[in-house]
């Protein structure tokens, strides 16, 4: 059954692959995205999907930013703000968005000036320019607004009106109680034309957090539509599962606003926690909208928080402004956004190119001054791992897995030397739904077949009497979700690495990656001879 599903997913075209093959095409997509950042900001310019957000692994020192032309294969473009000595800001680097206004491009977030995160967190108000949409960008304004009489400034964002007037929207932060104001803005989009009045404070019991009894209403989206102004926004604690996102309308930027009786919009499910801090987004060709959000990491964990998209409907209503529906949280395979190109599937590769190709790999987690080109994937181990509760590896390489495929091989060079050092072969969905085959030292050299199902693990560690340099294999039985998991020196001779295990990943790729996650040591692991059969 599996099998014909990911037949029916998958269709013939494009170049041929490294065998001379045409290579199998896949349209569809699965949340989360493979992106780790909170409060995503997505930017549609010229073709191209830019997405800031607060990093959490990296909050204090600035926003990374990443690139995509179908809104689900994101890549790594570096820090578009990152902090100096010199700067200001130095820690605490919340929410951005980026606005284009002529050849301009102007990022508006918040942050402290140190010198520790807190609390207290003493946030403000920051605006930075740049003539890219991947920076650098250059503070001007920092700080630029905080609140009289303690309160703090955060989730700032700023909306483009038709006539080209410019409000900005912000979150008060008080004890326990957050509400969104909004200010009118001067042409110079820092000016301040009129004082901060209310829009949104939290009055509807979702946006309660029962537990600490905290009132929040956060992190607001504006946009217009058949006249209408809506404001998306978000309730309840941030680190609450039943974190989720609702919104309001109004006749004009200032309010007053009226809150949708059927909110939240975007809630929690069995499978997907906190929902939030949400913003909407054109599908390339324009005909679809979605949602750009964050979820936590799993049910069991808030960190680290990843994006998620999903499709947005508006339902005419007979006495009142079109509804917004939300078509999720979804964690099934969903088809790409309108517009979006097929995506090949995997296939072999001998790494023996300039450069890796980036239209079927993607790195998750990149950290590129850890990994390297050089007749092979050269990669250097960090302190990270994929285990139950931690999501916090790098540099994971991933291919879609052909819906044909029947093993997937490659060579690893890895001395290991600390406990749960290890350079690992994989047949992955997410973090919390993989197999892994991993070469690891374990209290001496061993093969380690692991899966990890919703989050929980089981794992067969055998010795390791093969060497440091050897072949590892995952043979697929999509039919059965059942693989199995073998290593070799030559290719001739193979030994299986526990039984057969089984694991119902619904959107499977293949790929390969090296960690350190007690030790933290940078041990060097060289992947060559990929190989899909």
């Not at 940078?522 to 992947?527: L, Q, S």
């Amino acid at each position: 059954m599996a099998r014909l599903m990911l037949m029916a997913l998958c269709a013939l075209g494009g170049k041929a692959d490294a065998m001379g093959e045409e290579p199998a095409m896949i349209d569809v997509y699965q949340n989360p995205v493979q992106v780790q950042l909170g409060d995503p900001w997505v930017l549609f310019d010229e073709g191209v999907y830019y997405l800031y957000g607060t990093h959490d692994r990296d909050a204090q020192a600035g926003f990374p930013v990443y690139t995509s032309r179908d809104l689900v294969h994101w890549e790594w473009g570096g820090f578009a703000l990152k902090k100096t000595a010199d700067t200001w800001s130095q820690c605490n680097f919340w929410g951005p968005e980026v606005h284009r206004r002529g050849d301009a491009y102007y990022m508006y977030y918040c942050a402290s000036p140190g010198p520790e995160p807190g609390p207290p967190f003493n946030m403000h108000l920051c605006i930075a320019v740049s003539d890219a949409p991947t920076g650098p960008f250059r503070e001007v304004a920092a700080p630029w607004f905080q609140p009289e009489g303690g309160d703090e400034a955060i989730d700032q964002s700023l909306f483009l009106d038709d006539d080209g007037t410019a409000h900005l929207y912000w979150t008060r932060v008080t004890m326990g109680f957050n509400q969104i104001e909004v200010m009118p803005l001067g042409p110079d989009l820092r000016t301040f034309r009129a004082d901060s009045t209310l829009c949104v404070r939290p009055t509807q019991e979702w946006e309660r957090h029962a537990m600490h009894n905290h009132l929040v209403a956060e992190g607001a989206f504006v946009f217009k539509r058949k006249g209408v102004y809506y404001l998306t926004y978000t309730g309840n604690s941030f680190t609450d599962p039943n974190y989720a996102i609702g919104y309001a309308t109004a006749a004009r930027p200032t309010g007053p606003w009226t809150k949708a009786t059927h909110n939240p919009i975007l809630a929690r499910s069995d499978r997907v926690s906190g929902p939030g801090n949400g913003m909407i987004v054109p599908s390339p060709d324009g005909s679809e909208r979605f949602m750009v959000y964050h979820t936590h990491a799993s049910p069991r964990s808030v960190w680290p928080r990843q994006v998620a998209i999903d499709r947005v409907r508006f339902v005419a209503e007979e006495d009142g402004p079109d509804r917004i529906v939300v078509d999720g949280p979804t964690h099934t395979p969903q088809p790409l956004p309108s517009g979006a190109p097929a995506r090949a599937c995997g296939g072999s590769d001998d790494f023996g190119a300039a450069r890796l190709d980036r239209s079927r790999w993607r790195v998750v987690n990149e950290d590129p001054a850890a990994w390297r080109l050089d007749d092979g994937v050269i990669i250097t181990a960090q302190n990270g791992d994929m285990w139950e509760q931690r999501a916090d590896f790098r540099n994971l390489f991933l291919q879609h897995l052909p819906p044909d495929a029947s093993r997937v091989t490659v060579r690893v060079a890895f001395d290991p030397r600390a406990n749960f050092e290890q350079a690992f072969l994989t047949i992955w969905q997410d973090h919390e739904n993989y197999v892994r085959l991993a070469h690891v030292w374990d209290d001496g050299p061993k093969l380690a077949a692991a899966v990890e199902r919703d989050g929980k693990v089981a794992q067969t560690v055998i010795d390791n009497t093969l060497g440091t340099d050897l072949l590892l294999r995952i043979d697929i039985d999509r039919e059965a979700n059942r693989y199995v998991c073998h290593a070799s020196v030559d290719g001739a001779s193979w030994i299986a690495v526990g039984p057969a295990v089984s694991a119902k990943l619904s959107t499977p790729q293949a790929g390969f990656g090296a960690i350190a996650p007690v030790s933290g040591q940078a041990r060097v692991a060289a992947f060559r001879a990929w190989q899909i059969e």
